[in-house]
């Protein structure tokens, strides 16, 4: 099993920036794909960005030149560092981790973008 704690998120001026971090309850090294979702209200669940237990990072179209996903592996964290935030990135900001076939999530942090 994974257990995933999300920190991080809040209430931010458009432009600004913001970062999250999810701490995983083992070696990250040992999860295949860790990653950030986001929800926001009356949408889909969508992938934001992810990174692979061999440092491989994918993104969504719409932040790939304003997030970073990045990780320190000596404590088990996966952060994302959110550059120039729109209105639109507002949503409920999801930690996930891909681990022996099966998905963990955390418990959710909201971001919230004002114009």
């Known amino acids: 099993q994974v257990q995933l704690v999300e920190s991080g998120g809040g209430l931010v001026q458009a432009g600004r920036s913001l970062s999250l971090s999810c701490a995983a309850s083992?070696?990250?090294?040992?999860?295949?794909?860790m990653g950030w979702y986001r929800q926001a209200p009356g949408a889909q669940r969508e992938l934001v960005a992810s990174i692979t237990n061999g440092g491989d990072t994918n993104y969504a179209d719409s932040v790939k030149t304003r997030f970073t996903i990045s990780r320190v592996l000596a404590k088990d964290t996966v952060y994302l560092w959110m550059n120039n935030l729109k209105p639109e990135d507002t949503a409920v900001y999801y930690c996930?981790?891909?681990?022996?076939?099966?998905?963990?999530w955390g418990q959710g942090t909201q971001v919230t973008v004002s114009s």
């Open positions: 083992r070696s990250i090294l040992g999860i295949s794909t």
């Open positions: 996930n981790a891909r681990f022996r076939s099966v998905t963990y």
